[in-house]
C-alpha cells in the first residue's frame, strides 16, 4: 500500500489531469497501474488537522488536533497502527 498526499498541488498542473503537460511522469505512470481519488476532500485547511483525519479517519472536531505544538493523542489508532500486524503475500509465480 503505498498512500500519496500532496499539498498545495493544483491538479491540472500535472500530468495525470492534464495530458497536454509532461510535469509529473513518474506519478502518471504510477497513477496508470494504481487506484486514483478523483474527488478526494480535506477535512481542514489546516494541514494538521487534515493529515491526521487522513491517518484516523476521524473528523478534527473528534480528535481535536488543534494545538501546534502539541503532540497527537495515542489513544487514537492511526492507519499505520492499524495496518502494522498485516502481512500482504504475493504468489510465487
Request: a positive charge.
Amino acid at each position: 500500500m503505498l498512500l500519496i498526499i500532496l499539498y498545495t498541488l493544483a491538479p491540472d498542473q500535472t500530468s495525470i489531469y492534464n495530458s497536454e503537460l509532461d510535469t509529473t511522469p513518474h506519478l502518471k505512470a504510477l497513477a496508470d497501474k494504481s487506484l486514483v481519488f478523483n474527488s478526494a476532500y480535506s477535512t481542514s485547511s489546516w494541514t494538521k488537522h487534515s493529515i491526521f483525519s487522513a491517518f484516523t479517519a476521524l473528523y478534527p472536531s473528534q480528535h481535536k488536533a488543534d494545538k501546534l505544538y502539541v503532540p497527537r493523542d495515542r489513544s487514537f489508532e492511526t492507519l499505520a497502527e492499524r495496518i502494522k500486524g498485516v502481512v500482504i503475500r504475493r504468489p510465487v509465480i
